[in-house]
């Protein structure tokens, strides 16, 4: 019958027979736009050249080039063929540009990172040791801390100073999550610097006693590994089935001063997660996140990385959960935090203050907040995507400091946003049903600037093929399958 009511369906089509040929060549592949990096307190964005030989500033307002942060063909020091990635330190005086970027899980990778000083234009490696994780700049742009084989490194450029040791595949795991952390909690850098750059802090990851899983390794393509290309090998790792045993978990403090290092007093159940760390504004505390093995209950913990003592800051308890893409979406900013909760039944966010007292929920309603763009300390202001008017699309908000919460996209359908560092421009990115990804800036008010990309060409190349697969199949199943 499915044979027939499909053969009876391809029958319906009233233009041009579609191809196969078609469909692997791209020619229905919609035009995008990626790689946006907005720059911090400006309403101009950087961007990777097509050519991968230079990183670029434009103006969100304009579109406009306003300057070039880095172009291979005009460094003093180490040769670099292109740019896969990079990271601008705070104060805007270094870029690590990484290279040779080899993949291991879903977020994690090693890569060779090279460091670039903006004034001098010099380039050079980030370390002669090897391939590097996570590279993470101090807030005073003067280190970078970073994980080669398990253990912790720091340099200034010039010295390199070893800060763990007992880093094993297997069995130790420093400054990075392990694969189950990295892949449930959706995180690869479990790294946080002390605000006056004289203490780093890190997760320690101790899987000696996870129990073993193997793959099995074929040669393969993009990478393709020829030394299994006449028989498979094996690639066995930590992986912990559900009521195994897994990683027990630590947090560490290292003193660039003294050179000591400190174990933090922090309160966990010996199964239990610590699934984020993240720096603030205060040299005298981190935040730590803790979370129990059945999930349903997360702590935010404030944490003195000379003292090592740890005081609660926020409880969130959950009925069934705390979901992930909740605890993904906290901000801890200089003098807020901000927490999404489904704790009324939907997911909405919830101001506090640095020191963890609540001051007020941001906006509520029969709707869930699906992400958070951001919290803008200056105004009070909150710009999150939403599920307001239905389920099936998202819409782009605003919730102002006394609450009133604004919609600032009018098309119905799927939108999303990328912000300016300064709140004041969006880049918004709409599509519907029938319509691909459409781009538009607008500003914080919502009224669009100008229109960025479209894909106009696309629908009229594809409205030569009539396809009416969808619509013929809804007419001819019965009533209720649809």
Partial sequence: MCAALLATTIHTFAGE???????????????????????????????????????????????KETGVLFDVNQVNGAKLKEIENYEISDDGQFILIQTDTKRIYRRSFTADFLLYNVKNKSLKKLSEGGAQQIPTFSPNGKYIAFVRSNNIFITDGTTET???TDGKFNEIINGLPDWVNEEEFGFNNALAWGADSKTLSWIRYDESKVKTYS?????????????????????????????????????????????KTLTYNLPLDADGYIPRIKPTKFADRIVIYTMNRHQDELN??????????????????????????????????????????????????????????????????????????????????????AAAKTPMQREVYVADKNGK??????????????????????????????TPYSYAICNNRGKV??????????????????LLLATSLSLLLPKGWN
């Fill in 215 to 259: 793959l099995q390794m074929f040669e393969g393509a993009k990478p393709a590994f020829k030394n299994y290309a006449v028989y498979p090998g094996d690639y066995s790792y930590k992986y912990p089935k559900a009521g195994e045993d897994n990683s027990k978990v630590s947090v560490h403090a290292y003193s660039l001063e003294s050179g």
């Fill in 162 to 164: 070893q800060v763990t």
């Fill in 449 to 466: 600037v100008r229109e960025v990309l479209n894909n106009d060409k696309l629908i009229k190349d594809m409205a030569k093929y009539d």
């Fill in 17 to 63: 027979p579609l191809k196969l040929e078609e469909m692997t060549k791209n020619t229905f592949a919609a035009k995008t736009i990626s790689g946006i990096n907005p720059l911090k307190g400006t309403s101009d964005y950087a961007q990777i050249s097509a050519d991968r030989k230079k990183i670029v500033t434009y103006s969100f307002v304009t579109g």
């Fill in 300 to 385: 935010l913990y404030k944490a003195n990385p000379v003292t090592g003592e740890c005081s609660l800051l926020i409880r969130e308890k959950a009925d069934k959960y705390v979901k992930e893409d909740a605890m993904g979406g906290i901000l801890v900013m200089n003098d807020y935090i901000l927490f999404p909760s489904d704790r009324d039944g939907y997911m909405h966010l919830y101001l506090y203050t640095i020191d963890g007292k609540f001051i007020r929920q941001i906006e509520k309603g029969k709707y869930d907040v699906i992400e958070v763009y951001g919290f803008d300390e200056k105004t009070g202001n909150t710009y999150f995507q």
């Fill in 405 to 434: 919460v604004t919609c600032l996209t009018t098309k119905e359908g799927w939108n999303s946003a990328v912000f300016s560092g300064d709140y004041k421009y969006f880049l918004n990115n709409w599509s519907d049903r029938n």
